[in-house]
T-cell receptor
Framework: GQQLNQSPQSMFIQEGEDVSMNCTSSSIFNTWLWYKQDPGEGPVLLIALYKAGELTSNGRLTAQFGITRKDSFLNISASIPSDVGIYCCYSGGGADGLTFGKGTHLIIQP | DTEVTQTPKHLVMGMTNKKSLKCEQHMGHRAMYWYKQKAKKPPELMFVYSYEKLSINESVPSRFSPECPNSSLLNLHLHALQPEDSALYLC???????????????FGPGTRLLVL
């Protein structure tokens, strides 16, 4: 299927720093989902967004559904070593499956 | 409970073998999905079952045969696979009944398949 534009592709940060990543699309979507996927494992749902403008938090994670319905961002505050992994945005859903970004690879340097 | 389970976790098979991957969820979800994921790539949708009926087959070769025995179980039968079929196979489920959040998919841990 089509893909979302996710950036950055990778991030090298120090432990304790804040992280921000985003996804954009040329199409309008009704749902934005953020997952984390470790190598060889299935994606784990972090935050689900269902309404334009919606801002949702899950612990140190915060995500927003853009007003135009064509973008979303994910912020991680005060990163810790276990935050390492690949963060993926997914959108759309339903019987046609999901449209997805290529992922942001987060690497935390001690 | 938002758990989707998959077995086996790892599978090695020859090109003449027949094997099956299993997926189970007890969230009352009515839509279930199979995805194939190669390393460093996003998942590729293979099949979608809605209310235990196959609703989408994304032009997957016939050596992959899905089966949905009941609303909680989803199988993927494998026969005469090729080495290029080696990948992580992910199962997912969603409410599939309309309304807010009905399309949010919950993924299983995957089966890592190696075809020799």
């Amino acid at each position: 299927g089509q893909q979302l534009n996710q950036s950055p592709q990778s991030m090298f940060i120090q432990e304790g720093e804040d992280v921000s990543m985003n996804c954009t699309s040329s199409s309008i979507f009704n749902t934005w989902l953020w997952y984390k996927q470790d190598p060889g494992e299935g994606p784990v749902l972090l935050i689900a967004l269902y309404k334009a403008g919606e801002l949702t938090s899950n612990g140190r994670l915060t995500a927003q559904f853009g007003i135009t319905r064509k973008d979303s961002f994910l912020n991680i505050s005060a990163s810790i070593p276990s935050d390492v992994g690949i963060y993926c945005c997914y959108s759309g859903g339903g019987a046609d499956g999901l449209t997805f970004g290529k992922g942001t690879h987060l690497i935390i340097q001690p | 409970d938002t758990e989707v389970t998959q077995t086996p976790k790892h599978l090695v098979m020859g090109m003449t073998n027949k094997k099956s991957l299993k997926c189970e969820q007890h969230m009352g979800h009515r839509a279930m999905y199979w995805y194939k994921q190669k390393a460093k790539k996003p998942p590729e949708l293979m099949f979608v079952y809605s209310y235990e009926k196959l609703s989408i087959n994304e032009s997957v070769p016939s050596r992959f045969s899905p089966e949905c025995p009941n609303s909680s179980l989803l199988n993927l039968h494998l026969h005469a696979l090729q080495p290029e079929d080696s990948a992580l196979y992910l199962c997912a489920s969603s409410q599939g009944q309309g309304g807010r959040g009905s399309e949010t998919q919950y993924f299983g841990p995957g089966t890592r398949l190696l075809v020799l």
